[in-house]
């Protein structure tokens, strides 16, 4: 495959982010794979050699590129500036992402003083690695500058400077000069190499490291600094000369002309996204620099060694499972530009690598574990990586021929574990649960244990590879965040249910053959109700013809783990593992043998609980530590992992794994991880499991919201939108299904129940925000609603979006429709986005009711006259009077027509809300006044429009532009309780 770059350096120009490949040791350094990134957010290749020029005197040095971020008009680069070499697969060094640096390109003073910021970060960190002291020692990240400190700032750079820098000729001193005033004005381009050599602490501050000392670097890591601070201790100037800077590519494409240059924030930009600035990068800094993130320059992680295309051509990003590339959408301004070599895919997960020996004891193949724990596990890995480098005189970044290990006095063994997270309804606990229409199942995580010697050589030895699989219950369901045991509250009719759930089980069949499922959630309380329906659906799906629809079954196997390991006893899974042992011996595992795959794992166990963390992490590495005392038994070892303490680094390095997965899924690490490391089930871990649900429930409702919005977006399944919608109600939705699609089907099924003429044709139909009481154009909550228009009629459906039914409904006659009146409709004036009039519109329909009377058709089909038996909907009448049969009217608010969920749909889309509004109000009025003309004024109670009288005066029906809600109205019913709510909220959760 073609070569990765493994090391770059990144430094400002005046026309864009340059990033040069470091040269390998010993060789000059080159532009030909050279890129360049304006700041526009362009990227293409550097097409003019700046060997020649002065270069931007501030460099980070990077291990790689996440991607490009776009937040509003701004665009951010996102590179990997600290690793952890945490296993070596086949040669090939696997790193786990430690630290990240996100760069504006907004100018070139901006992104010199983030790159500053970013490396003065990662020389600290180097040096308090070096001294053996923690990086949070010598200074709290939260002090640090951030990157978005200059652009709440005037820019330092007018835009007379940069036109002078880009338009003026070189002094004098610009001219070339001898090879060390190159080297010591360059070395931007030259790297760390040349700050070391020619700084005036040299060499000895390396030195004095390596001996142990402390050195007045380490002394001075420890005080607090500023960018100013750190620019004047450096031994470069702290910002370029006008004149020195290097002028411009004029052969590069879509080059930024000088004037827009200071002015990259200043295009159409949501305001509350652009607020929420410092904290998206903030939030996205952690997110990437969390340790759960992995690579590999020259191995794909995405897929299991049974199923790797061996001596590809293809880019590594090419080859990898999009469902485990986590980078892929920030990825795409590269992928597209043909800047290949600067792809690095990235999986979230857990990657970890435990090294064993195993001696026999006698001629009766009874084996004996020499235990590595010794020293402590991460010591012993690293200490192991480092003989295997030291074998071969080569760089961990270079790939490795692995060397013959040292002779031991028994077999050398390596233990290579690997969890994928699926980048398909990704997300937090409580905010991703269940399944989407897609039949992509929430927290899926495909788990991989990997058996081989540490020369990976199957010339000689042989590599046993076993998959498991987790994930949320396949069913659509949610949980409140604000119970500590909530109720699952499912979705959708059981026909629903069962096409999503029919879809997940294809699709995974596909993937790895046989399936097998075992549900450990509660018979009893509030896991049984979920836990039944998941139940019925299998067995339904196995009597609809299974998974195939030849009759391959879905097994099924419903262990109420709680119960049966009721009293801490959790040994008590080994029950499970007797009901499972004919699965496992039926599908096996993969073999790989002399290069060759000798058998292939045939199916994979599919394990649940209610969140997929902490009972599923005690089943996976019951199941794991089965598989792999058979593979060791068919070599003619025997090992005991349940009750041997020499093997207590098996149970450390799934405990690590399922810690790893509740962090990324729940804030926290595993429950149960005491049982899952000792085998023992202790009162000590029982309280810290307690300290650990307290946690969870705090960031369940206060943390999560965000994060969810950022990783959405990350992700490419939102736009940017959805930060606004954030500040606006400080939650973030749970797109699970395409809402356009639902809307659509919710259109379609309540005009088949509702339109019983068949004369009668559906004109249109809409889904709108409306009160949950008629008659009135404010209650306290809102929800969604259904107005179809017909050449007869109007009917207007309430939902129960649970159930996809039509709970009840009003036909009105076109003949009865007196008015409408159409404006600004402002609900709430707590949240800025609440009260744009650009977003806040609606619409009044005016009509009289029939001589019989308010008659509203329940989904019972009984004609009833009243109102409706909700509580709520009881208690919003009693705040306004209802007005006479001349005076009824419904309110309608328009809905966002583009969501911020990215759709791929090429229906056409109204641009804004007013254009909905008006597109209904004109259809309406049209077939109204086909039928019959109509009278009446506006009267409606609670709006700038009460007190007009009805003067009884024939008309047609006419669309009057009136507000319905104005924003002081709006001000004016907001009490000052929710004002506090909503001010502690933003305070809390933004």
Not at 886 to 912: I, Q, Y
Request: with cysteine; net charge negative.
């Amino acid at each position: 495959m073609p070569n990765l770059v493994r090391k770059l350096l990144i430094f400002a120009a005046v026309d864009g982010l340059v990033l040069q490949p470091a040269p390998p040791r010993n060789h000059p350094p080159a532009t030909q794979q050279a890129i360049k990134i304006d700041y526009k957010g362009n990227v293409g290749p550097l097409l003019k050699d700046r060997r020649e020029e002065d270069t931007a005197p501030v460099s980070l040095d990077a291990h790689g590129i996440v991607g490009l971020l776009k937040v509003a008009t701004s665009f951010f680069l996102v590179s990997i500036t600290a690793r952890e070499h945490v296993a070596q697969i086949r040669g090939r060094p696997v790193y786990k992402i430690t630290d990240v640096a996100l760069i504006p390109l907004s100018s070139q003073a901006d992104a010199d003083k983030a790159i500053a910021t970013a490396r003065e970060h990662v020389q600290r960190h180097n040096k308090a690695q070096a001294a053996g002291q923690d990086d949070t020692d010598s200074e709290d990240d939260d002090d640090a500058p951030s990157v978005t400190d200059s652009l709440v700032e005037e820019s330092t750079t007018t835009v007379s400077e940069v036109k002078d820098a880009v338009t003026g000729r070189k002094s004098p001193a610009q001219r070339e000069t001898t090879v060390a005033a190159d080297v010591i004005q360059r070395k931007g381009v030259y790297g760390r190499f040349a700050d070391k050599w020619f700084s005036r602490k040299g060499w000895s501050a390396d030195s004095r490291r390596t001996q142990g000392l402390s050195s007045e670097e380490n002394l001075a890591a420890t005080a607090p600094r500023n960018v100013d601070s750190t620019l004047e201790e450096q031994e470069q100037p702290s910002a370029p000369a006008a004149d020195a800077l290097p002028t411009k590519d004029k052969d590069a494409p879509d080059a930024v002309q000088p004037e827009d240059i200071p002015k990259a924030l200043e295009g159409e930009k949501d305001a509350n996204t652009v607020a929420l600035l410092p904290k998206i990068l903030q939030t996205t800094r952690m997110y990437f620099s969390s340790g759960n993130f992995f690579f590999s320059y020259d191995y794909d992680l995405s897929h299991s060694i049974g199923n790797l295309q061996p001596n590809s051509s293809l880019p590594l990003f090419k080859q990898f499972d999009p469902l485990f590339f986590w980078n892929h959408h920030i990825a795409t301004p590269f992928i597209d530009a043909g800047q290949h070599s600067f792809v690095l895919p990235l999986i979230q997960g857990f990657v970890g690598q435990r090294p064993f020996t195993i001696k026999v004891a006698d001629a009766r193949s009874n084996s004996v574990v020499i235990d590595p724990s010794s020293t402590p596990n991460d010591i012993q890995l690293q200490s192991w990586h480092e003989k295997q480098n030291k074998h071969t005189g080569a760089d961990s970044d270079s790939e490795v021929e692995t060397p013959q290990p040292e002779p031991s006095n028994g077999k050398d063994f390596l233990l290579t574990l690997i969890s994928r997270r699926s980048n398909k309804r990704a997300g937090l606990r409580y905010l991703r649960r269940g399944i989407d229409d897609e039949g992509c199942a929430a927290n899926s995580v495909e788990t991989e244990q990997i058996l081989s010697s540490p020369t990976w050589n199957t010339s000689q030895d042989t590599i046993y590879s076993y998959t498991q699989f987790r994930g949320s219950i396949p069913l659509f369901f949610s949980q409140s965040p604000y119970s500590l045991k909530p109720q699952a509250n499912t979705w959708g009719t059981f026909e629903t249910n069962a096409k999503a759930f029919k879809r997940h089980f294809v699709d995974l069949s596909a993937r790895y053959g046989d399936i097998y499922c075992a549900s450990l959630v509660d018979k009893h309380g509030t896991e049984a109700k979920i836990g039944e329906l998941y139940e019925k659906h299998a067995h339904a799906l196995n009597d609809d013809g299974g998974l195939d629809g030849h009759g391959k079954k879905l097994g099924f196997e419903w262990f109420d783990f709680h119960n049966v390991c009721r009293g801490m006893h959790f040994e008590n899974v080994s029950q499970l593992m007797e009901t499972l042992e004919p699965f496992a011996t039926s599908t096996g595992w993969t073999v790989i043998s002399g290069d060759q795959v000798q058998h292939k794992q045939s199916g994979v166990l599919r394990t649940n609980c209610m969140d997929c963390l902490d009972r599923t992490n005690v089943v996976q590495s019951a199941c794991a530590r089965t598989a792999l005392e058979a593979q060791l038994s068919a070599g003619k070892y025997t090992i005991d992992l349940q009750n041997d303490p020499s093997t207590s680094w098996f149970n450390t390095l799934w405990a690590d794994n399922g810690d790893a997965i509740s962090r990324q899924y729940a804030g926290t690490a595993a429950l149960k991880g005491d049982f899952t490391r000792t085998r023992k089930r202790q009162i000590t871990g029982a309280l810290t499991d307690f300290g650990l649900t307290l946690t969870r429930y705090y960031n369940n409702i206060v943390n999560d919201y965000f994060t969810q919005a950022l990783i959405d977006y990350l992700l490419g399944r939102a736009t940017d939108t959805i930060f606004a919608e954030f500040e606006a109600d400080m939650k973030s939705s749970d797109y699970f299904i395409d809402m356009q699609k639902v809307r659509e089907q919710a259109i379609e099924r309540s005009a088949g129940i509702v339109i019983e003429d068949h004369e009668e044709d559906l004109i249109h139909g809409w889904t709108l925000s409306v009160p949950t009481s008629a008659n009135q154009v404010k209650t306290a909550t809102f929800e969604e609603a259904v107005l179809l228009l017909t050449n007869k009629a109007l009917y207007f459906c309430r939902l129960d979006w649970g159930t996809e039914k039509v709970r009840e409904f009003e036909r009105i006659e076109l003949e009865n429709i007196q008015g409408i009146m159409r404006g600004v409709y402002i609900t709430s004036s707590l949240a800025q986005r609440h009260m744009d009039a650009e977003k806040n519109v609606g619409f009044v329909i005016r009509y009289k009711a029939n001589a019989g009377g308010d008659l509203v058709r329940r989904n019972t089909r009984a004609l009833d006259s009243g109102a409706s038996n909700d509580d709520q909907r009881k208690q919003d009448a009693k705040t306004q009077p209802n007005p006479g049969p001349a005076g009824r009217f419904l309110a309608f608010k328009a809905l966002p027509p583009r969501s911020s969920t990215s759709s791929s749909s090429a229906a056409k889309v109204p641009d804004s809300e007013v254009d909905v509004v008006k597109s209904i109000c004109d259809d309406i009025a049209k077939s109204a006044n086909k039928t019959s003309d109509t009278s009446g004024k506006w009267n409606v109670p609670g709006t700038a429009q009460e007190g007009l009288d009805y003067d009884g005066q024939p008309r047609q029906v006419q669309v009057e532009e009136k507000d319905i809600i104005s924003l002081a109205d709006a001000k004016k019913t907001t009490g000052y309780l929710e004002q506090i709510e909503y001010s502690l909220k933003k305070l809390v959760w933004g």
